[in-house]
């Protein structure tokens, strides 16, 4: 009778993490081939280290020539190595080559991008634990490795881990973020800075890099004109001004649909322009937006639509006369009619009407729509719309050669 055979079940044993031993084999390879990134690339792509495993110990050495002590920066025991990032020169020609070294390792382990991100973050939450001069390597390092478009890694990485309140209130994040912009703008245009800090949502919120101390449109003004990044001034400036815009709209329409007393809205609107130092031309291309988009309009009853604007133009005269206050305000709003009938088909035949209610009403005055009539420099649909108004225009001159 032959024995029974007992199956034993195999047990993964796993291996004792030894960072150390990584880093040391890491860093030798850096020290056997003197620094030349070229080199040291081929020897990490070949070499039989476990990377899955000890991705983090791998970037720390690249950046800091050794390990770091868990969770800080201070230098742990072992080896280093004089060619990291942190021991270069602060010059874009200097770190450069370890960008591109370390796209071609991320190109051969991919896997490897998230521990890039892992100390990326961590040192970015650690600033003030680096020296000025290895803070700015480190900015040119990541304004280079956008630039670069280091294996797809998200700007989220670095804008969120900077915005810790101690960090901000130093000013060192201000520091870091004027290198960085400066770095990155000098390959790529503002239009691509924008694109990076939309994805990392920071492109609505550019004054949470200041101190609470600088932190007005001024502040920003003042530091970014000083470090030469006007183009990135005049950007937060009109981000600024849509915003109070938008704002403004909004609080208008809200007492449009409740049907405020129309003494209210006018002040409301005369304190916002005050607050906001909100353009003339501006507030009356809102205010006929903001009117328009309060009518209830009708599909395809074209009488319907005619009586609703006329009414809405009717009710509200004494808003639109109160901030139409001169010849060119008043033509602006004429433009503004104008586009809005040529852009929206159930507007089109109504725009002499119109403009008829408008004078009607006292918004337009009679030279205002002869100036129109006659010099009008608004394309759109021009042609149609000065044949509708003709009648309207001729009966304005016939009253005018009575008089």
Not at 65 to 90: L, N, V
Not at 118 to 140: D, G, P
Not at 184 to 194: A, K, T
């Amino acid at each position: 009778m032959s024995g029974t055979r007992i199956k034993t079940r195999k047990r993964n044993i796993a291996a004792p993490l030894d960072p150390a031993a990584f880093a040391d084999a890491v860093i030798q390879i850096y020290l056997d081939n003197v620094g030349d990134l070229e080199l040291v690339a081929k020897n990490i792509e070949s070499a039989d280290l476990n990377f899955s495993r000890y991705g983090d110990t791998f970037f720390e050495v690249v950046f800091t020539g050794g390990r770091t002590q868990p969770g800080t920066i201070k230098p742990d025991e072992g080896e280093r190595h004089p060619y990291s990032i942190i021991e270069c020169e602060a010059k874009r020609e200097a770190i450069l080559p370890s960008v591109i070294y370390i796209q071609k390792i991320l190109r051969r382990k991919p896997f490897l991008i998230k521990n890039l991100e892992n100390v990326m973050r961590r040192f970015l939450q650690s600033l003030e634990l680096f020296e000025e001069n290895e803070r700015k390597k480190l900015a040119i390092f990541t304004a280079l490795a956008f630039s670069q478009k280091l294996s797809g890694l998200p700007p989220e990485t670095v804008f969120q881990p900077l915005l810790k309140d101690n960090l901000v209130g130093k000013g060192l994040v201000l520091s870091f973020i004027t290198d960085f912009f400066k770095e990155y703008l000098v390959d790529n245009s503002l239009e691509d800075l924008i694109s990076i800090l939309k994805r990392g949502k920071k492109d609505d919120n550019l004054m949470d890099f200041l101190p609470s101390a600088k932190r007005s449109a001024e502040g920003f003004s003042e530091h970014f004109t000083n470090a030469g990044l006007v183009p990135l001034v005049e950007y937060n400036e009109k981000k600024i001004f849509e915003v109070k815009l938008k704002d403004m709209k909004s609080a208008l329409t809200t007492q449009i649909a409740e049907e405020s007393d129309i003494s209210e809205v006018i002040e409301t609107v005369k304190q916002r322009v005050k607050d906001a130092k909100l353009p003339d031309i501006e507030v009356v291309r809102i205010l006929w937006d903001v009117l328009m988009d309060a009518v209830q309009w009708s599909g395809k009853n074209q009488q319907q639509n005619a009586n609703s604007a006329l009414r809405q133009v009717k009710t509200w005269a004494k808003l639109l006369s109160s901030f139409c206050t001169s010849g060119k305000l008043e033509l602006e709003l004429i433009y503004k009619v104008q586009m809005q009938c040529y852009e929206d088909a159930k507007l089109m035949k109504l725009f002499p009407e119109i403009v008829r209610s408008l004078y009607d009403q006292d918004v337009l005055a009679e030279d205002t729509i002869l100036h129109w009539f006659r010099k009008g420099t608004n394309p759109r649909g021009r042609q149609n719309f000065v044949k509708a108004v003709e009648p309207f225009v001729n009966w304005l001159e016939e009253a005018e050669e009575e008089e």
